[in-house]
């Protein structure tokens, strides 16, 4: 078992105050220059707000703030209105929970993807370690199977991807840039430089490169908080390996079989998450 907190059937963090956040969210006034990012838990959405922010300022220096003090079902709205302008607000919700000013206002939003293998792994590490928040104290092949059963938090990550390709769909006048975390650790400079202009910034090449090298991951571990306060472990961070694969050093054969399955039949229905293309996966 896992602890989460049951908002309408979906299944969230049981964060302080998290009915209140999330029954205000509809309403919150939203500013025309924010920026969203989105997308499922794990995804590499610390990396991408880092990297947003900075070419937001316009300089490759860290932000002061946590990313949570800018998630959505995390932090109070009260915290959230003193943010200055601009904002980098993310959340791992759904469309339909997110401020409905999205749908006039039509800021950006970017939506991480990563294969969701490596999600689940590193789902299940930072659940346990996350042991106050969460409470959890099996093993990976416990956590493997509250994922098959959709008893995590977010939920499946098949039905949450299908449900956001369902909404993007939907709604094709919001501006939203797809990244996958494959594809800014292959190419960093590439990717920030695609998302500068997603965002209309100016092209700045050494920004770009002098934000790819601050966003490394081993500049980022040593230069960001890692939760590790929070932590049962000391030594664990929130920037645990940062490497694509390392799903092959965790999932059993069979597990592997049910997870193949799976990206079958949701390559079947997804068009615009073509994350199982690359042959590495
Ligand atoms: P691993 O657990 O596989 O190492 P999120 O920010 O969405 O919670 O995602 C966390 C994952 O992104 C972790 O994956 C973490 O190590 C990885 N990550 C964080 N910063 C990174 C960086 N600068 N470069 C590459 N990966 C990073």
Redesign the pocket.
């Known amino acids: 078992e896992l602890l989460s907190y049951d908002y309408n059937g979906f299944l969230v963090p049981p964060f302080p105050n998290v009915h209140e956040n999330l029954e205000k969210l509809p309403d919150m006034a939203i500013r025309n220059d924010d920026v969203f990012l989105l997308?499922?838990?794990?995804?590499?959405?610390?990396?991408?707000?880092?990297i947003s922010g900075m070419l937001l300022k316009g300089s490759a220096e860290y932000s002061l703030q946590d990313?949570t003090a800018a998630m959505l079902e995390r932090a109070p709205q009260a915290s959230l209105d003193q943010l200055p302008s601009p904002r980098v607000l993310n959340s791992h919700l759904h469309l339909h929970h997110l401020p409905r000013e999205i749908f006039t206002k039509k800021p950006k939003m970017v939506f991480?993807t990563?294969n969701p293998r490596?999600?689940a792994?590193?789902?299940y590490?930072?659940l346990f370690q996350m042991a106050e928040l969460y409470h959890y104290d099996g093993d990976w092949n416990g956590y493997f199977h509250l994922i098959t059963e959709g008893k995590v938090n977010y939920g499946n990550w098949f039905q949450y991807m299908l449900q956001w390709e369902k909404d993007i769909k939907d709604h094709p006048e919001l501006p939203i840039l797809i990244l996958r975390?494959e594809d800014?650790?292959k190419d960093p400079i590439g990717i920030i430089a695609k998302l500068a202009e997603f965002l209309e910034l100016p092209r700045n090449d050494q920004l770009f490169q002098d934000i790819a090298d601050k966003?490394?991951?081993s500049?980022?571990?040593a230069a960001?908080p890692a939760y590790t306060s929070q932590f049962r472990s000391p030594s664990a961070?929130?920037?645990?390996?940062?490497?694509v694969g390392?799903w092959k050093n965790w999932f059993t054969v069979s597990q592997h079989e049910i997870f193949q399955t799976e990206c079958e039949n949701f390559k079947k229905q997804s068009t615009l998450f073509n994350i199982m293309d690359d042959a590495s996966f």
């Not at 997308?39 to 880092?50: D, N, P």
């Not at 961070?237 to 490497?243: D, E, M, N, T, W």
């Open positions: 997308g499922y838990m794990k995804a590499g959405c610390h990396w991408m707000w880092e990313k991480m990563r490596d999600i792994v590193s789902s590490h930072h975390y800014v650790k966003c490394s991951f500049k980022m571990k960001k961070s929130l920037f645990r390996k940062g490497v390392d």
